[in-house]
Each structure stands twice: as C-alpha cells, then as structure tokens.
C-alpha cells in the first residue's frame, strides 16, 4: 500500500459521505453522544465499527494489544473514565478476537523485552484459570479458551473501576464480553455471568 493513496481515499470517503448526505460532518463536528465504549484489541484486521455495522460517532473506542484492562494502565482507565462519567455511555464491551497475537505471545516464554510487562497480565489470566487451561489438550483449543477467559477477566477489571460501579447503580450501565472470531466474522457475545460476578465484586472490591 502507498501511504499517497491514504489521501486519495480519504477525499472518495468524504465524496461518498457528501452524497448521500450534504450536512455529514456538520452534524459529525457538533458533538458525540455514543451509547457504546468498545475495549477492543490494536489487532489491524479487527476495526471496531466495521464488525458492529455502526456509524462513526456510536462507539467511543480504545485499543491496545490483546484488549487489556490493567488498573496500572492510566491509558485506558482514563478512557473508562471519560467515557462513562462524562459521555454517559450505557455499554461496556470488551472485544476479543481468535488467533490474538498478543494472547499467542503470552503463552510463549520467549523474552520479547517490552512486551513483557504488558504480557505478564495475560499470564496472570493464565494462572487464575490455570487448572481448566491444563485439561484442554489440544493447543488451539487452549489457546481460543484463554482467548475467552482474557475477556472475561478484562470485563472484570472493568467492574472493579468506581465510575462503573456508580454508573451501574444509577443508570443501569451494562458490561458485555465478546469474541470476534476472525475466521468467519461472526461476533459472538460470550454471556459471562456478570450477576454473579457483580456479586463477588461487592463484597471484595465495592467502592462507594
């Protein structure tokens, strides 16, 4: 790809938005007001509005490798943040995807220097659910199943924050877990048992 041709496609982008609507980016610089906040991985095969089917302006979005949700990470726990108590979103998601780089390399033990701390979350995942990760023994199986767990652990991390806790309460704000499987594009929600866990995160991690 020739970086030029990044230029020439944007000017067809805003051709094409023009066409079928003359005040497209009036109305886009006017504000934003999405419903949803997408956690989802840098991955450049997985873009976030195009395997929801939503316009730009409907989902703030925030990417990292492996869609990771570290408390230690200023990053996203500022988007958490700006996008809960200041946007009003009322959906959380985190989005994982199958053949994930990232989870792949934590499952490694080569030495890959500054990813090392980041992929040390993921091999935390790794220990939690160690037991049912080591009964799987088919390797691709294993490897889609910490896909899985990553998730639901990074939903988790989610409902630790106060501003989800709060928004929760007060306005009913919904936190979902998803798997885009890249080999078919079928976007899958995981229907993680939030109920129960919201209930193990009041006893220990309730925050006023």
């Given at each position: 790809m020739n970086i030029k041709d990044v230029f020439k496609n944007n000017e067809e982008w805003i051709k094409r938005q023009v066409s079928t609507n003359q005040d497209?980016?009036?109305?886009?610089?006017e504000g934003q007001a999405p419903e949803i906040l997408y956690i989802g991985c840098s991955d450049s095969r997985v873009t976030a509005e195009e395997l929801m089917g939503i316009q730009p302006g409907e989902a703030f979005v925030h990417r990292n490798i492996a869609n990771?949700?570290?408390?230690?990470?200023?990053?996203?726990?500022?988007?958490?943040?700006?996008a809960v108590a200041h946007l009003k979103v009322n959906h959380v998601v985190v989005c994982g995807h199958y053949n994930c780089g990232g989870i792949k390399a934590a499952m490694e033990q080569a030495d890959l220097g500054i990813l090392n701390p980041w992929l040390r979350n993921i091999r935390d995942v790794y220990?939690?659910?160690?037991?049912?990760?080591?009964?799987?023994?088919?390797?691709?199986k294993r490897y889609?199943?910490?896909?899985?767990?990553?998730?639901?652990e990074q939903c988790i991390n989610v409902i630790k924050t106060?501003?989800?806790?709060?928004?929760?309460?007060e306005r009913g704000l919904t936190v979902h877990g998803w798997i885009?499987?890249?080999h078919s594009g079928t976007l899958v929600d995981l229907a993680i048992d939030f109920e129960k866990i919201n209930n193990e995160i009041a006893q220990i991690y309730h925050i006023d």
């Open positions: 497209y980016f009036t109305k886009l610089a990771m949700v570290p408390n230690t990470d200023l990053n996203v726990m500022s988007v958490i943040n700006y220990r939690i659910h160690h037991n049912e990760l080591a009964a799987i023994e088919d390797d691709n889609n199943r910490l896909v899985e767990l990553n998730v639901q106060a501003e989800v806790q709060r928004a929760v309460r885009f499987d890249i």
